[in-house]
Every structure is written in C-alpha cells, then in structure tokens.
C-alpha cells in the first residue's frame, strides 16, 4: 500500500530561517508522481509542486528548494530565508496511479505546520 | 484557465439532516473530479471520485453518495448527517490523464451538532 509519512508535525523558525520538511514515501509502483502542497489559514491547498519517479533532478524555486532521493524514498522541501507568509501547512503527497475506474488517487501525509515568527 | 467554485463556504447542520455540496469548475472539459474531505487531525482522505458524467468511484463508503450529473458539476450528498461528518470538504480537478497534478478548490468548512 502506498504511504507518506510527514514526522515533523510542527515547527517554529524565526523569519529569516532556512527550514526543511521532510517526507518519506512508501510505494511499489516503479512509475509514480509526488506533491507538494501549501494550506495556508485561508484552508484552500496550493500546489506547489510535482515530480516524477524518472527525474531525480533537484528543483529550485525562489526561495524553495526540493530534493528527491529515490535511494532513500524521500522528498523533503526547504525553504531559505523564510518569512511569515510561509506560515501554513504544508502536505506531501504520492499519486497512486490510475485506479481501476480511472482516476488519479493521491495518498497525502499527515502534514507538517510552519510557524513562521518574526 | 481553470477555477473551482465550491458552495457553500461554511455550514452548520444538525445531526441527521440532509446535505448537499456543491462542486463546479469552469475552464476546462472532461475533467476528473475529486472530493476529499480533511478531519480535525489534518490528513486529507480521499472521498470519491469521477472520470465523467454519471461515473463515480467510492473510496470510503459511508452515509455520504457524491453524483456527477453534468461534465462540470460534482455533488457531494448525505440522507443524514452524522457528528462524524463534520470536517473540510475539498473538491479538486485533475486533468484527463491520470497523472496529472490535481487542483483545489476553496473548501466547504462543515460542523455537525
């Protein structure tokens, strides 16, 4: 079965910090997609950003940065110099694949909140 | 480009009383459409799913039923409201091809009492 597992529930920087989430997946598919998604107070999920299985390539954007390590199933974001709008909940997430119905099914970790103090 | 539109914003129900959400999107034709609904805890599970009109898929069957009676409409229904049903009800829109990212909508904050 497929699983995203976020350890960090919460953390708290001070503005300016470099912060990093972790998450860790689980799955046996060769093939699969992963997420990441911003829930700031408002309670509407931004995406991020997605990666495939194939492109182990880190990304850069801004002031976020990821790091896929298929070695050891993870996907961690971090964000440098961060301020107080990166305050939020932030989820990773693993596309499943095509259900047998179609669809695209995402498991979601349980999400880690970032307090972001001045 | 694509927006999701949810109603209501918030509701507050009694226990055993109907409910009826509400999904639409515009900007796009065919999509695969999404209800999720995030508990206190904060996860997000997965509720139903549809690849087209009249065409659902139930991941966690329970008193909730979802329909999908027009290509850019997704309903989420229950005959009677549990205290268990409370929560945040995410619609969301991914594209034709299964892999594609999915897209949010605002939510629909519910409390059941």
């Known amino acids: 079965a497929q699983k995203v597992t976020q350890a960090q529930t919460e953390i708290s920087v001070v503005e300016k910090e470099d912060v990093t989430l972790d998450c860790v997946y689980e799955?046996?598919?060769?093939?699969?997609?992963l997420f990441w998604y911003k829930q700031p107070p408002s309670g509407e999920l931004v995406f991020l950003i997605r990666?495939?299985?194939?492109?182990?390539q880190n990304e850069i954007s801004g002031r976020y940065s990821w790091n896929f390590q298929k070695s050891t199933s993870s996907f961690n974001f971090t964000i440098t110099a961060s301020q107080v709008v990166d305050s939020a909940v932030y989820f990773c997430?693993?596309?499943?694949?095509?259900?047998?119905?179609?669809?695209?099914?995402?498991?979601f970790g349980t999400g880690t909140q970032l307090k972001v103090e001045l | 480009s694509q927006t999701i539109h949810q109603w209501p914003a918030t509701l507050v129900q009694p226990v055993g009383s109907p409910l009826s959400l509400e999904c639409t999107v515009e900007?796009?034709?065919?999509?695969?459409l999404y209800w999720y609904r995030q508990a206190a805890g904060r996860g997000l599970q997965l509720l139903f799913y549809?690849?087209?009109?009249?065409?659902i898929s139930s991941e966690v069957p329970q008193n909730l039923s979802a329909s999908r009676p027009q290509d850019r409409q997704f309903i989420l229904s229950s005959k009677k409201l549990l205290l268990s049903d409370s929560g945040f009800y995410l619609c969301?829109?991914?594209?034709?091809?299964?892999?594609?990212?999915?897209?949010f909508g605002p939510g629909t904050r519910l409390t059941v009492l």
């Open positions: 990666r495939n299985s194939f492109d182990e």
């Open positions: 799955t046996r598919d060769t093939t699969y997609y």
């Open positions: 969301a829109l991914g594209g034709v091809a299964s892999t594609d990212t999915q897209y």
């Open positions: 900007g796009t034709s065919n999509p695969n």
């Open positions: 997430a693993l596309s499943e694949g095509e259900g047998a119905g179609g669809g695209n099914k995402l498991t």
């Open positions: 549809s690849v087209g009109i009249g065409q």
